[in-house]
């Protein structure tokens, strides 16, 4: 009787004692950040930034997901995340747009433009992560729950004019 006891007590002790995750400490709540990729089209790729090949799978990988619907895709707005409908979510990937020119006759002409997005373009990752800290270490922990790709967006002249976020995704 007393070794069944002693079994059940150390059994509760340990079972106690050990977190339900992986992740130590108290949860602060949602932080953002960010990282820089990098450009593959940057003359000089810097060492900071992920090494091209890594960034080429990572970045198809994550998108090839998307496209499959199995991972959930928000609208990139401030507030509450909405999800995004299929439709515009079909847009980023694929679409075709009209353009008029004039002609030396001055007749207006459409030309019709496809554009099939290009991962290349995305430079910047940006997280919604939970924040834990732990009081014993004095130590942090982060867990990416959305991560957001953002891409290039240039001027007519080619110049960078900033970032454009996609969309969320939610990570599981």
């Known amino acids: 009787m007393f070794k069944v006891v002693a079994s059940l007590t150390i059994l509760f002790l340990f079972g106690c004692s050990?977190?339900?995750s992986?992740?130590?400490g108290e949860k602060l709540g949602i932080v953002e950040s960010k990282t820089n990729l990098g450009d593959p089209s940057a003359e000089i790729y810097k060492d900071s930034w992920l090494p091209l090949e890594t960034r080429k799978e990572l970045l198809e990988d994550l998108f090839e997901k998307?496209?499959?619907?199995?991972?959930?895709?928000?609208?990139f707005l401030p507030g509450?995340?909405?999800?995004?409908?299929?439709?515009?979510?079909e847009?980023?990937?694929h679409h075709v747009d009209t353009e008029y020119v004039e002609d030396e006759n001055g007749n207006i002409?459409?030309?019709?433009?496809e554009e099939t997005f290009d991962v290349s373009g995305v430079v910047y990752l940006k997280?919604?992560?939970e924040l834990y800290y732990d009081k014993l270490t004095g130590g942090f922990e982060k867990k990416v729950k959305y991560v957001c790709p953002m891409e290039q967006v240039y001027?007519?002249?080619g110049s960078i004019r900033g970032y454009r976020g996609l969309f969320w995704i939610k990570l599981r």
């Open 127 to 129: 997280f919604k992560e």
């Open 91 to 93: 847009y980023i990937f």
């Open 109 to 113: 002409n459409p030309i019709e433009i």
């Open 22 to 24: 992986s992740l130590k």
């Open 80 to 89: 509450e995340l909405t999800p995004m409908l299929d439709a515009d979510l």
């Open 155 to 157: 001027n007519e002249d």
């Open 66 to 75: 998307v496209q499959n619907k199995e991972l959930d895709v928000f609208e």
């Open 18 to 20: 050990t977190p339900s």
